[in-house]
C-alpha cells in the first residue's frame, strides 16, 4: 500500500513535464478515477519506452483498446522493468491491474516515477537485449540457431559499445573540450600538411627514390621481426624458468621420496602415501566441491542482485525488517522444537553435537592446511627469486656435501685467525695506554723545566735567552739545510732543462711524418664531412617522402577497411533477411500442405495440434471473439435501455422510503404520548395514499 510520502512524490513527479497533472495528494488518493489512473500509467509507460522506434505504448487512448490487451501490454512491460508483485506473481498481478485495484494501480505510479531515468536506460537496452519468441516447433532448426548464435553475438557487441559509451558519458568530456580539441587537431594536420607539401617539393629531385624507399620498407620489416624475435625470446625464458620450477619441485619430491624409503620401511613409507592420498581425496571430493558450490552462490547472488531494480533505502529498510521477523521466526520455531523433542531426541542431540564438533575441526584442519600450502607455496617463490638474485649479483651457488664442509672448516680457520689478531690488537691497544700516559708525564716534566728555566732567567735579567737561543739555532739549521737544497735543485734543473730539450727535438723529429699525415687526414675528413651532409640531407628527404607516402597509404588502408566493414555488415543483414524470407516461406508452404491435405505426416502433426491449419485456428478464435463482442454490445444496448426507467423507480422507492420514515416517526410520537384528542379519544393522522 502506497504511503503518504510515496504519494507526495508521485504528485511531485506527475506535475513536472510532459506529464503536468495538477493533482493533489487527497484526489489522487479518493477522486481520481481507475480508468484515469491506468491512462496515466499507459501515458508513462509509452513516456519511459520512447527510445524505442517499434514501441507498442506510443500515446495509447484505453478507449481504442481492449481491456485484456491493455492489461497483457502493460504487465509484460512492467515485468520487463523487474517490478516485485509483477515478477512473482504475474497471473494474479494481472487480475488485480484488470480489476482496476486503486491500490495497485497506485504502488506501479510510485514505481514508474521513482526511478524514471533507471526504468528508461532498461527499457531502451531491452529492446536490444532480449531475444526473439521463436515457436517450439521451429526451435531446433538449424537456421533458427545459426540465427539465434548471431544475435547473442550482436548482443554482445552491442554490450559492449553501450559499456564504452558509458564510459565516454562519465569520463566528464564535455562538447567544448572535444570541439576545442578537434579545433586543435585541425589546426595540426594543416600545419602537418604543409610540412609534407614542402618537403615533396624539396624531395622531388632526389636520385634512386625508389631504392630509398625499398630499403627503409626493408629496414622496417627487420625491426618489427626483430621485436618479435625478442618477444618469443622473452617467453620461451619465461617457459624456461617455469619448467625449471617444475623440475626442481619433482627432483625435491623424488629427494625426498628416496630419503623416506632410506630412513623408513615399505610399509611406512605406504602409510603415509594412503594418508596423503585420504587427504587429498577429502580435499578433491569434499572441500573443493564446497567451496565450488559457495563461489557459484555468490556469482548467483551477484546475478540475482545485478538483476533488480536499484534499491532505496526505504527499500533497504523494509528488507532489513523483513529479514529481523525472519530471524525471529526462526528462533521461535527452533524453541517449540527443542520444546517437543523427547530423551531419544536427546540422545541423539548429543551424538549430532560431537559429529558437528568434529566436522568443524575437521573443516578447520582443511583451512589450515590451505592456509600453510599457500604459505609454503609462497615461501619457494621468495626461494627462488632469492636464489636467481644470488645467481645474478655474485654468479656463484649455493655449497652443499663436502664443498659446505670444506667452506665451514675455512671459516672455523678464519675465525681462529681473527681471534689471534684480536688478542695481538688488545695487547697492542694495552700498550699504546702506556705510552701515552709516559708521554703525559714527560710533557709535565718539560713543562716544569721550562718554568724553572724562566725563572732563573728572570732572576738573572735575562728574560728570553733560552727561547731566543733555541730559536737562533733553529734558524741556522733551517738556513743550511736551504742553501743545501739550492745548490742541488740548480742542479737538477739545469739537468732536467737539458733532457727535456733533448726530448722535445727526438719528439719532433718522431712526430713530423706523422703531422705530415694528420693534415692529409684532416683533409680527407673535411672531404667526408661534406658527403655526410649531402647524403644526410638526402636521407632525411627521403625518409620525409617515405613517411607522406606511408601515412597516404595508411590513410588508403583504413580507407578500405572500412568499406570492407560496411560492405560485410551489409552482406550479413542481407543474409539474415534471406533466411528469414526463406523460413517464412517454409512456413507458408507448410501451411498451403496443411491446408490442401494428402500427406500423412501433415495429418498427424494436425491430429496432435487438434487443429488443421492456423488459418483455421485463426478464423474459429476471430468469430469467437466477435461473437463474444456481439453479446457484450447486446448486454451493453439492454443496459442502456433500461437505465432511464430503473433510475425512475429508484427515486421512487427513495420516496416512499422518506414518506415511510416520517410515518414511522410520527406513530412513535404517538405511541409517547404526543397524539391528538378529539372527544375524548386520542386520534392519529394517517396519510392516504
Not at 52 to 65: A, I
Not at 176 to 205: A, H, P, T, W
Not at 590 to 613: C, N, P
Amino acid at each position: 500500500m502506497a504511503s503518504a510520502s510515496d504519494l507526495k512524490l508521485v504528485v511531485e513527479r506527475l506535475a513536472a513535464p510532459p506529464f503536468s497533472k495538477t493533482w493533489s495528494v487527497i484526489q489522487l488518493h479518493d477522486e481520481v478515477t481507475p480508468v484515469q489512473l491506468l491512462q496515466c500509467v499507459s501515458d508513462i509507460v509509452s513516456h519511459i519506452d520512447q527510445g524505442n522506434p517499434l514501441s507498442p505504448h506510443r500515446n495509447f487512448d484505453l478507449r481504442n483498446e481492449l481491456p485484456e490487451d491493455t492489461v497483457a501490454r502493460l504487465s509484460e512491460f512492467l515485468r520487463m522493468l523487474k517490478l516485485k508483485e509483477a515478477v512473482a506473481d504475474i497471473d494474479g498481478f494481472r487480475q488485480r491491474l484488470f480489476e482496476l485495484d486503486r491500490m495497485v494501480l497506485l504502488s506501479v505510479l510510485h514505481f514508474l516515477l521513482k526511478d524514471l531515468a533507471i526504468h528508461k536506460k532498461r527499457a531502451y537496452l531491452a529492446v536490444f537485449l532480449s531475444m526473439p519468441d521463436v515457436p517450439p516447433e521451429f526451435g531446433q532448426d538449424e537456421v533458427v540457431l545459426d540465427l539465434s548464435q548471431q544475435i547473442e553475438g550482436l548482443q554482445e557487441e552491442f554490450k559492449n559499445a553501450h559499456k564504452w559509451l558509458e564510459g565516454l558519458k562519465q569520463s566528464g568530456n564535455n562538447a567544448s573540450n572535444l570541439k576545442r580539441e578537434i579545433q586543435q587537431m585541425e589546426e595540426e594536420k594543416q600545419q602537418v600538411f604543409n610540412k609534407v607539401s614542402r618537403l615533396k617539393k624539396k624531395v622531388d629531385g632526389v636520385a634512386n627514390r625508389d631504392q630509398w624507399l625499398q630499403a627503409a620498407k626493408n629496414l622496417r620489416m627487420e625491426q618489427q621481426n626483430e621485436a618479435a624475435l625478442a618477444d618469443r625470446i622473452r617467453d620461451q625464458r619465461l617457459q624456461v624458468a617455469s619448467a625449471d620450477k617444475k623440475l626442481n619441485l619433482a627432483l625435491q619430491a623424488l629427494k625426498d621420496a628416496k630419503a623416506n624409503l632410506v630412513s623408513s620401511s615399505p610399509d611406512a613409507f605406504f602409510a603415509k602415501m594412503q594418508e596423503e592420498n585420504k587427504m587429498n581425496r577429502f580435499l578433491a571430493e569434499d572441500n573443493l566441491p564446497k567451496s565450488v558450490e559457495e563461489t557459484r552462490q555468490k556469482l548467483r547472488d551477484l546475478g540475482s542482485i545485478l538483476a533488480e531494480p536499484a534499491m532505496s533505502e526505504n527499500d533497504l529498510a523494509t528488507i532489513e525488517k523483513e529479514i529481523t521477523e525472519t530471524n525471529q521466526l526462526i528462533a521461535q520455531l527452533a524453541e517449540k522444537k527443542m520444546a517437543k523433542s523427547n530423551t531419544s531426541d536427546a540422545n541423539l542431540a548429543l551424538f549430532r553435537q560431537q559429529a558437528a564438533i568434529i566436522s568443524r575441526k575437521k573443516e578447520g584442519a582443511v583451512q589450515k592446511l590451505a592456509i600453510l600450502t599457500d604459505e609454503l607455496a609462497q615461501l619457494s617463490l621468495d626461494w627462488d627469486k632469492k636464489q636467481e638474485a644470488i645467481k645474478g649479483s655474485s654468479g656463484t651457488k649455493m655449497l652443499k656435501g663436502e664443498d659446505f664442509k670444506r667452506y665451514v672448516s675455512e671459516l672455523r680457520g678464519k675465525s681462529t685467525n681473527y681471534k689471534r689478531k684480536k688478542a695481538e690488537l688488545s695487547e697492542l691497544m694495552a700498550e699504546y695506554g702506556i705510552l701515552q700516559r709516559t708521554e703525559e708525564i714527560l710533557t709535565a716534566k718539560a713543562t716544569a723545566l721550562q718554568e724553572m728555566i724562566d725563572a732563573v732567567e728572570k732572576k738573572s735579567g735575562v728574560v728570553g735567552f733560552h727561547a731566543a737561543q733555541e730559536t737562533l739555532e733553529k734558524v741556522s739549521e733551517k738556513k743550511s739545510e736551504v742553501d743545501e737544497a739550492k745548490g742541488k735543485t740548480l742542479n737538477e734543473i739545469s739537468e732536467i732543462i737539458q733532457t727535456l730539450m733533448s726530448t722535445i727535438n727526438d719528439k719532433k723529429n718522431m712526430l713530423a711524418p706523422v703531422i705530415q699525415e694528420l693534415r692529409q687526414l684532416r683533409q680527407q675528413a673535411q672531404e667526408l664531412e661534406a658527403e655526410y651532409i649531402e647524403k644526410k640531407r638526402l636521407y632525411d628527404a627521403t625518409i620525409i617522402g617515405i613517411e607522406s607516402e606511408t601515412a597516404e597509404l595508411e590513410q588508403e588502408i583504413k580507407s578500405n577497411r572500412q568499406d570492407i566493414a560496411n560492405d560485410q555488415s551489409r552482406y550479413h543483414y542481407l543474409q539474415s533477411m534471406l533466411r528469414l524470407t526463406e523460413i517464412s516461406q517454409d512456413r507458408v508452404m507448410s501451411e498451403m500442405k496443411a491446408y490442401i491435405g494428402g500427406d500423412d505426416m501433415v495429418e498427424l502433426q494436425q491430429k496432435a495440434r487438434g487443429f488443421k491449419t492456423y488459418r483455421e485456428l485463426y478464423n474459429k478464435k476471430i468469430a469467437e471473439h466477435e461473437h463474444q463482442v456481439k453479446s457484450l454490445k447486446e448486454q451493453q444496448k439492454d443496459i442502456k435501455s433500461k437505465q432511464e426507467p430503473n433510475m425512475k423507480q429508484i427515486a421512487m422507492f427513495r420516496d416512499v422510503r422518506k414518506l415511510l420514515d416520517l410515518k414511522c416517526e410520527y406513530n412513535q410520537k404517538l405511541l409517547s404520548g404526543g397524539g391528538q384528542v378529539e372527544n375524548g379519544v386520542v386520534t392519529m393522522d394517517r396519510l392516504v395514499l
